[in-house]
């Protein structure tokens, strides 16, 4: 794997892929405590990692960016609450099961929408015609709704990639992006919806004996672990596909800083959401995401760029864009009022300049919020604290990017 920047695909565009970890695809940190298995072609193992130089050449020695102690104390509390609230309340149904509770076939015609052979959903589950951006859906069905379904009709196959990443709880990319799922070597396929990607693997009685069931409805629905499901979301994120490139448009930022090319902001964007979902507590050591069949030098330089007080795409974008500017950079940093009760955080910022950054959405257009940035705006510019909030224009393109990089440079400076 090239350094100058992950630019291009692996050239796997096909939806029956081979898996070609082997054994070790199956290995998660939080599975299993087994780290002696072989790495990929390129990879050393986990010994490997010390020794690739790309991985060391790519991986920073520390963070560019961390989240504040409050952040993640608030993080640990919300994991000790967590529920599953993601995941959708109406669930698909068999042809049969709908046929006992009286569905008629013109209801069924009306009010539900087929999904696989003989599993249907109820129509109000479906997702808006557009996203909330603006793009029109190629698909409305919930990506978990999806790996419901088609668990359903093959229960012997297993979620992984942006398939387990749905059910585990991301809310960003997966209602998009090609559902993955394990399947045998020699099982019979046939042709598959364009939203699915089936993966043969020699390992699945491997991947069985270490997979979680996260769904509590259907608890004999199985997902890989966080390692296999992150390391696949990354392969497939890092393939050339025009589709995404139109639906998911992030800048090439490579004439400012070389390795941020649209793959890697990407495969950065995922990790990040990924470890929010689980509190950041996701992966483990740079090795296990390269057994698992990341090559090392591109596993190193997306953990070593990960913050999980990254909470949207954006931010993850703004972030990488100006990280390099001056150490000391954190993320989600706490701002109290004069009675201690707390008004707001901020995304990005650097506490001792007292330069912070926000990224603002649509929904800083509205009079009740715009109420509070102002309070928020006067509480950070006291003695002389700069505050920079930042639109989707600004970091659409490397000419943008690189005049909010001269301004927050300069700040920084005075």
């Known amino acids: 794997m090239s350094t100058g920047g992950y630019g291009g695909g692996t050239g796997r565009d096909d939806q029956h892929t081979a898996d070609r970890t082997g054994h070790t695809a199956g290995t998660d940190s939080t599975d299993s405590t087994d780290s002696t298995a072989g790495g990929t072609a390129g990879t050393a193992g986990t010994g490997g990692i010390r020794d690739n130089a ?4 790519l991986r920073p020695l520390t963070p ?14 919300k994991s000790r609450h967590s ?6 309340s109406t669930a698909p149904m068999t042809r049969a099961d709908l046929r006992k509770a009286g569905v008629t076939r013109a209801r069924l015609r009306k009010y539900f929408r087929r999904i696989e052979r003989g599993v249907h959903v109820h129509v109000d589950a479906l997702l808006p015609a557009r996203t909330a951006s603006g793009w029109l859906r190629e698909r409305r069905i919930p990506a978990v709704t999806l790996v419901r379904a088609h668990l359903l ?16 709880g991301m809310r960003y990319f997966v209602d998009e992006e090609r559902l993955e799922f394990l399947v045998p070597n020699g099982g019979h396929t046939g042709t598959p919806p364009a939203h699915l990607r089936l993966s043969r693997t020699r390992a699945l009685a491997d991947h069985r004996r270490r997979a979680r069931s996260p769904d509590p409805r259907f608890r004999s629905h199985l997902c890989t672990g966080p390692v296999t499901t992150l390391a696949r979301m990354i392969l497939a994120v890092m393939e050339q596909d025009a589709a995404r490139d139109r639906r998911w448009p992030v800048p090439d930022l490579t004439p400012v800083r070389p390795h941020l090319s649209p793959g890697f902001i990407r495969c950065v964007q995922v990790s990040d959401h990924f470890h929010q979902v689980f509190r ?7 090795g296990r995401l390269a057994e698992a069949g990341v090559p090392a030098d591109l596993a190193a330089a997306v953990l070593g760029a990960t913050d999980v007080g990254a909470e949207s795409p954006p931010e993850t974008v703004l972030r990488l864009a100006v990280a390099d500017l001056a150490p000391g950079l954190r993320s989600q940093i706490p701002v109290f009022r004069e009675n201690g009760t707390l008004l707001t955080s901020v995304d990005l910022g650097w506490e001792d300049r007292r330069v912070h950054l926000f990224y603002d959405g649509g929904h800083h257009l509205e009079d009740g919020q715009r109420d509070h940035d102002s309070e928020v705006l006067a509480v950070l510019q006291q003695d002389g604290g700069r505050v920079f909030r930042v639109t989707a224009g600004m970091i659409r393109d490397v000419g943008e990017v690189r005049k909010l990089r001269e301004r927050v440079a300069a700040a920084l400076a005075g």
């Not at 529920?83 to 959708?88: A, K, R, V």
């Not at 950041?280 to 740079?286: D, K, L, Q, R, S």
């Open 280 to 286: 950041a507590e996701a992966t483990g050591p740079v």
């Open 83 to 88: 529920d599953h609230g993601h995941l959708p």
């Open 153 to 168: 009709t093959h229960p012997d196959r297993i979620a992984t990639g942006f398939g387990a990443g749905a059910v585990y």
């Open 64 to 77: 560019e960016c961390v989240p504040t102690d409050w952040y993640m104390e608030r993080v640990r509390r």
């Open 54 to 57: 790309a991985a060391d050449l």
